[in-house]
């Protein structure tokens, strides 16, 4: 007879996984059961891409944002947030700062906004960030939905990474997170995607973990979307609800923070099992749950930490979500916090480095 733990095991080391060993391992809680997963995602890392850590200095460049997604701090409707968009200057000053603590990439995220203006904008700070580093720090972009003829002139400028999030995989759940018209389309996202990839960016998505109305199923499917779209990178985190949104309403009928948490770092496991050699963040999101969240997430898998560099100033009126971690702190606190608590994995701290996906690398061979 199969004994769990015969059980377990004989999924941690299966060459194709079914959507019954996805949600299995997605529902495992007893902690001998969720040690045995993290030991196995940790070390097809380990023999996979190694144990290096790379670092994304992350640049939260604006709060403005033309949409409404009804989970979000930073939402158009929300009125309580002071707008801004930082300097150029400013932006040259997180990246110096980023390249002298030797992080080998930044990544400049904002809310969403599509217009000539803004696309130029964006088009010359990257070729500024690209000749002040002398063509060494590597460019991420989180931007949201553009068009084609945007996502390219991004790329060209030197831009090689793009995240956008599906947020959720399942098109009817998107609806009920989401107003209800042609700017939030599922759909539309999806073709996104599709266009950041045919252009040649390393594609990187993700999903919102512990939603209302969200099912286990519903992430095991976020998990084979991921597999079958073949994206590079993915930053999940749990979703955390914030007071100025309409989703605050559903607050009582979700998992406890610390239940949300462990399904994220459960889904952080199954997903280095899934898709062994892609890069996968450890998100602030399981910070602001947990003080070690992060480094929780390295040993779940994960092989990406995003200190945030965006200047001080800014980031009370970047709040995506509730407790959003070092509000009050300086760039200087928040690198030397980190780097006191990387090796709490056993990790190693790879300086200078674009740290690319190694799915990528593969990816591009097979073409
Ligand atoms: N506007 C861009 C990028 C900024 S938002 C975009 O939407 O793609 C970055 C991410 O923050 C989103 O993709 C979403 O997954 C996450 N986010 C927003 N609100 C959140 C919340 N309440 N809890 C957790 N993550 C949230
Ligand atoms: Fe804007 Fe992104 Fe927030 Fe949606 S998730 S409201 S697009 S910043």
């Not at 904002?110 to 460019?139: C, D, F, P, V, Y």
């Not at 309409?246 to 898709?275: E, S």
């Amino acid at each position: 007879m199969e004994t769990i733990t015969n059980k377990i095991e004989n999924i941690l080391y299966k060459s194709e996984l079914t959507r019954s060993d996805l949600k299995y391992m997605l529902l495992l809680t007893e902690p001998a059961d969720r040690k045995q997963l993290f030991e196995r995602a940790y070390q097809i890392k380990e023999e996979l891409i190694g144990k290096k850590v790379y670092y994304r200095g992350l640049i939260e460049f604006s709060n403005i944002c033309s949409k409404d997604c009804l989970y979000c701090g930073i939402r158009r409707s929300n009125k309580n947030n002071d707008l801004y968009e930082i300097t150029d200057d400013e932006v040259i000053e997180a990246v110096k700062y980023a390249m002298d603590a030797r992080f080998g990439s930044v990544v400049i995220q904002a809310g969403e906004r599509s217009n000539k203006k803004h696309t130029r904008h964006i088009t010359s700070l990257i070729r500024r960030i690209k000749e002040i580093s002398n063509g060494n720090a590597g460019i991420t972009l989180s931007l949201g939905e553009q068009d084609e003829l945007t996502y390219r002139e991004w790329f060209e400028a030197g831009a090689h990474r793009y995240l956008l999030r599906i947020e959720v995989s399942n098109p009817e759940l998107y609806v009920k997170l989401h107003p209800n018209n042609k700017m939030h389309d599922f759909q539309q996202r999806l073709r996104c995607l599709q266009m950041i990839k045919d252009i040649g960016y390393q594609v990187g998505t993700g999903v919102m973990i512990g939603l209302p109305f969200q099912t286990i199923d519903d992430l095991v499917d976020d998990l084979m979307f991921m597999k079958d779209f073949d994206v590079d990178m993915v930053g999940m985190g749990p979703y955390i609800e914030h007071p100025d949104t309409p989703l605050y309403q559903y607050r009582k009928t979700l998992l406890p923070r610390k239940g949300r948490f462990n399904l994220a770092l459960n889904m952080i496991a199954t997903l280095r099992i899934l898709m062994k050699d892609i890069n996968i963040a450890s998100t602030t999101a399981l910070q602001a749950i947990d003080p070690l969240g992060r480094e929780k997430g390295l040993k779940a898998g994960a092989n990406i930490i995003m200190p945030n560099i965006t200047p001080c100033r800014y980031r009370k009126d970047y709040q995506l979500y509730e407790d959003k971690p070092c509000v009050n702190e300086n760039p200087d606190d928040c690198k030397d916090c980190l780097e006191k608590r990387i090796g709490f994995a056993g990790d190693i701290v790879a300086y200078d480095e674009w740290g690319d996906s190694r799915h990528f690398e593969r990816r591009m061979l097979r073409k």
